[in-house]
């Protein structure tokens, strides 16, 4: 059973902090790995692809990959709070296909 | 404007009825997806189609069905044959069906059945 795995939180961080958002995959052939930020009532929004080891940055955000721990994370700069949101992440079923398999999501509370 | 759209927003139904949801997507995007969200839980894929006139099993499929006549429409129907039809259930498209190509969702449809 291919798994992906992610603390629930809630995780609480002041305003201006740093918010570091875990993950762990079982498949060693995944090949993407994805986060989607969800809202309360709302549908995911996808605000990070990463494809290969390291880092990628997109503004407040980075995504780091490590393929050899099977580890994805998501950190946010300056948090602010609109990013309090429910965070998943989502990794591809092994090989070349799109099928993309969903941690439980770890909801992110940003303190003012 | 380019997207994925879904209706209804909201839909109730009583038990032993079918229901269909609609998803419509203007991306050009040839693979097409429907996944359920339970409170507390990751979404899980129900069906999905990589083009017209073919569509997978996904991990949940007991209980739905699908078509694709059409590269922009990919509904869903919950028969009276799922257990547990009460969910919030999401649309998503991807240029292909590929690991090397993002998913993208629609608002989603909050099903109750009672």
């Known amino acids: 059973q291919k798994e992906v795995e992610q603390n629930s939180g809630p995780l609480s961080v002041p305003e201006g902090a740093i918010a570091s958002l875990n993950c762990t995959y079982s498949d060693r052939g995944s090949q993407s790995f994805f986060w989607y930020r969800q809202y309360s009532g709302k549908s995911p929004e996808l605000i990070m692809s990463?494809?290969?080891?390291g880092d990628k940055e997109d503004g407040r955000f980075t995504a780091q990959l490590n393929k050899a721990s099977q580890y994805v994370s998501l950190l946010i700069r300056d948090s602010q709070p609109s990013d309090s949101a429910t965070y998943l992440c989502a990794v591809n079923g092994g090989g070349s296909q799109g099928n993309l398999i969903f941690g439980k999501g770890t909801k992110l509370s940003v303190k003012p | 404007d380019g997207g994925i759209t879904q209706s209804p927003k909201y839909l109730f139904r009583k038990e032993g009825q079918n229901v269909t949801l609609s998803c419509e997507q203007n991306l050009n995007h040839d693979a097409m997806y429907w996944y359920r969200q339970d409170p507390g839980q990751g979404l899980r894929l129900i069906y999905y189609s990589q083009i017209v006139n073919d569509f997978q099993k996904g991990d949940i499929a007991e209980g739905y069905s699908v078509s694709r006549e059409k590269k922009e429409s990919f509904p869903l129907t919950v028969t009276s044959a799922q257990k547990n039809p009460t969910a919030f259930y999401l649309c998503?498209?991807?240029?292909?069906?590929?690991?090397?190509?993002?998913?993208?969702f629609g608002p989603g449809t909050r099903l109750t059945v009672t």
């Open positions: 998503a498209s991807s240029v292909r069906d590929s690991s090397s190509y993002e998913q993208y």
């Open positions: 990463i494809y290969s080891n």
